[in-house]
């Protein structure tokens, strides 16, 4: 495993907490009480983000994912709950897909399959890279990064490569999760909204949630509602349906 920066809060059952692109652990601070009052929360930084320096080399989802699984067999010590947001949520994705005896229960935040997922043309500026390197964003990263603010274009290049490029799994691969999930969207999010239904519908167990008068950044837009959502989900049992039709028994169940 890389020298992957964490926190751990609280105390309880495990859940890993996966930020999402350009961002670090501060992103679940203004939930962190909620979490923490039913879960010990591990709150690592992905290899390039928050404190955890970056490698050579581009970005993978294989890697993020190959990188989450060491996190959870080495400090986690075995199966906890992963809760992901954005490139968190596709790398939570894949290490269910991998590793299911590691993941418990399954939250996705905005998160996608395939590249095709992701609202078109978003990435396709040339300017892309040097519009997200004069934003605010570069000095959020300067305040923690090992490796200096001056390697935040760095970053940005083989961040906005993997979202161009992945990730590439395919609608029947979904049908291999096996963890309970609540797949969450806003509804005007830069992933869009039947890409979202797809991911639905393509894990057999899974629930699904839709953000009215958000966007991607709906953890930030409406956390309380967002956290709100997760914690019911991973803390109540689910319920019998009345009129069921997607969970409705087969025959000979």
Excluded: C
């Excluded at 105390?11 to 999402?20: A, K, N, Q």
């Excluded at 067999?73 to 991998?98: F, I, K, N, R």
């Excluded at 000095?139 to 961040?159: M, N, Q, R």
């Excluded at 008068?213 to 709100?228: A, D, F, M, N």
């Amino acid at each position: 495993m890389i020298g992957t920066w964490y926190a751990v809060h609280g105390s309880g059952e495990p859940l890993v907490y996966l930020h999402g692109g350009f961002s670090d652990a501060r992103e679940l601070d203004r939930a962190l009480e909620v979490y923490t009052a039913h879960f010990r929360v591990f709150t690592p930084e992905r290899r390039g983000h928050g404190r955890t320096p970056d490698v050579d080399g581009p970005y993978s989802l294989p890697g993020f994912a190959a990188d989450t699984v060491a996190f959870l067999e080495e400090v986690v010590g075995g199966p906890a709950d992963l809760v992901g947001y954005s490139a968190g949520a596709t790398t939570a994705l894949h290490v269910a897909l991998e590793r299911p005896d590691l993941v418990r229960r399954l939250v996705l935040i905005s998160g996608q399959f395939h590249v095709e997922g992701l609202q078109a043309g978003l990435l396709d500026s040339p300017d892309a890279v040097a519009e997200i390197v004069a934003s605010p964003l570069a000095t959020a990263y300067g305040e923690l990064s090992p490796d200096g603010i001056e390697h935040f274009p760095v970053v940005v290049a083989k961040v906005v490569e993997l979202a161009r490029t992945g990730p590439t799994l395919a609608f029947e691969q979904l049908a291999e999760v096996a963890a309970r999930t609540l797949v969450v969207s806003g509804d005007d999010d830069i992933v869009h909204l039947e890409h979202t239904l797809q991911l639905y519908r393509g894990i057999p167990n899974s629930e699904l949630a839709v953000v009215p008068g958000s966007s991607h950044l709906l953890v930030e837009e409406k956390p309380e509602l967002v956290t709100r959502l997760v914690i019911d989900f991973l803390t109540i049992d689910p319920v019998p349906t009345i009129a069921p039709i997607r969970r409705a028994p087969r025959p000979g169940q």
